[in-house]
């Protein structure tokens, strides 16, 4: 029986991509529509949780209940996470959140000129490497989209990132990943494969997890 049975808990999610600006009118960004994060958030909230989504720009309406702060880049996504961390007893880190931004914010728009253009860019901070460097008692969970060797990689992320459950799709499956309703996840402990779930809408994945993180942490 689901029904309530996250009463009490904190969970905190990150759902969407993030974007990272160029200069006034260009930036960089991913294809995640937020539909992952969001669909955890709202099934957290219905199971009775406090939840806190921190979203990157997304086109969806932010969850009833669901105490939601907006971010943009990957940095103010940083920092409205490291805030909150001590306060949830389960993170889940549904977000794209991008590895590299820009190196430089040209404070107008840049002009074209005859020649080629070539930009720099500078790695983003690691948000669930952080958090897995300062969990005390936290639940920590990431996903990773892969396109090949996924259970080998998203292994070798989960140990890396110190999570307790690391959950893995190939985005290059048709029905899993970016932007489609539904998703193809593999969910993997320290000790390997968890649980592998058809191709299924990201609501029924949601709630899949919250299971899962459920009976693990319930022992
Ligand atoms: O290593 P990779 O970026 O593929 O790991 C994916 C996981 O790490 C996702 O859970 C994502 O939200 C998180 N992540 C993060 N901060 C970054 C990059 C990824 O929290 N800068």
């Known amino acids: 029986m689901r029904e309530k049975d996250l009463h009490g808990v904190r969970l905190l999610v990150t759902g969407g991509p993030t974007v990272e600006p160029i200069d006034p009118v260009r930036y960089v960004t991913n294809r995640s529509s937020g539909k992952m994060g969001y669909a955890i958030a709202e099934a957290a909230v219905r199971r ?6 921190v979203s990157g720009p997304t086109h969806l309406d932010p969850p009833a209940g669901v105490t939601t702060v907006q971010v943009t880049s990957a940095e103010e996504m940083y920092r409205e996470v490291l805030d909150r961390f001590e ?23 840049m002009k074209k000129n005859d020649s080629s253009l070539v930009l720099e860019f500078v790695r983003t901070p690691d948000i669930l490497a952080e958090l897995g460097k300062r969990k005390s008692d936290q639940f920590l969970v990431g996903f990773a989209a892969e396109t090949n060797d ?9 140990k890396q990132k110190n999570l307790d459950l690391i959950v893995a799709n190939d985005v290059s499956k048709p029905g899993a990943g970016f932007d489609v309703d539904t998703n193809v996840v593999s969910i993997y402990s320290r000790d390997g494969l968890v649980k592998e779930l058809p191709k299924m809408d990201k609501r029924a994945v949601a709630d899949a997890l919250l299971d899962e993180i459920k009976g693990i942490r319930d022992g």
């Open 150 to 158: 996924v259970e080998q990689h998203a292994i070798h992320k989960l």
């Open 48 to 53: 009775g949780a406090d939840v806190t989504l």
């Open 87 to 109: 306060a949830h007893d389960i993170v889940i880190k549904a977000a794209a959140v991008a590895d590299y931004r820009p190196a430089h914010y040209a404070g107008h728009k």
